[in-house]
């Protein structure tokens, strides 16, 4: 199965921009990535699922247009841009491995801890 | 809007048996577009999924746990529920229960619960 790299932590100042990013292993470069945001003492939310083509499908409730992924080789990124307070967070990435098959596994990153400054 | 609630004991003795259940609201477990599934997050580290289930029955579980997870379903409370065996200090963690599309396009977990915190201590 996959296996998905973040960096631990980033920080960023109040009104910049920041991009975050989620690494494949070798091999499984097609594959698309989930992202996830968790607020402190909160359960994930769902932000958006991003492939090499971009986006795919729609994003999650609430999520606003600062918001935007894009994908290239074995990397998934999340990109905020004009960062708010509100959105100081860890951002998890996760995938399917299977799906399709009689066999579906979830794999995530390790999560990223972003810092408003 | 559909909801998740984690519930269960938050304190596990080594060796014994974790038991969760999550209670939906605002929508039926009995629908064939979803599949519902726990995931957890040890103190200070990233999310492990531990597996699915569908209305029906059918489950998916991490190969890591197999051995040790059960998860069930309720379709008469709506609610479903993970038991995992023989704990240990390891498996302290926020569980979190989720709602994912059957569709692979768009089967991403969405909503989650808040979680619950178990810490597996003597």
């Known amino acids: 199965q996959p296996v998905l790299t973040q960096p631990p932590s980033a920080s960023a100042s109040l009104g910049a921009s920041v991009t975050l990013t989620c690494t494949l292993s070798?091999?499984?470069?097609?594959?698309?990535v989930d992202w996830y945001q968790q607020r402190p003492g909160k359960g994930p939310r769902f932000v958006m699922r991003?492939?090499?083509?971009?986006?795919?499908?729609s994003k999650g409730d609430g999520i606003p247009d600062r918001f935007s992924v894009l994908g290239s080789g074995l990397n998934r990124y999340l990109t905020i841009k004009n960062i708010q307070e509100e959105d100081e967070s860890d951002y998890h990435c996760g995938a399917d491995h299977g799906s399709g098959s009689n066999f579906v596994y979830w794999v995530f990153g390790g999560g990223t801890k972003l810092t408003v400054l | 809007q559909l909801q998740l609630q984690e519930s269960g004991p938050g304190l596990v003795k080594p060796s014994e048996t974790l038991s969760l259940t999550c209670t939906v609201s605002g929508g039926s477990i009995s629908s064939s577009s979803y599949y519902w599934g726990w995931i957890r997050q040890p103190p200070g580290k990233g999310l492990e999924w531990i597996g699915s289930?569908?209305?029906?029955?059918?489950?998916y579980y991490n190969p890591s746990l197999k051995s040790r997870v059960t998860i069930s379903v309720d379709t008469s409370k709506n609610q479903f529920s993970l038991k995992l065996s023989s704990v240990t200090a390891a498996d302290t963690a926020v569980y979190y229960c989720?709602?994912?599309?059957?569709?692979?396009?768009?089967?991403?977990?969405?909503?989650w619960g808040q979680g619950t915190l178990v810490t597996v201590s003597s």
């Open positions: 991003v492939g090499t083509g971009g986006i795919v499908g």
């Open positions: 070798s091999g499984y470069s097609n594959y698309k």
């Open positions: 289930i569908y209305y029906s029955g059918s489950t």
């Open positions: 989720a709602r994912r599309k059957v569709v692979p396009t768009t089967n991403w977990f969405d909503p």
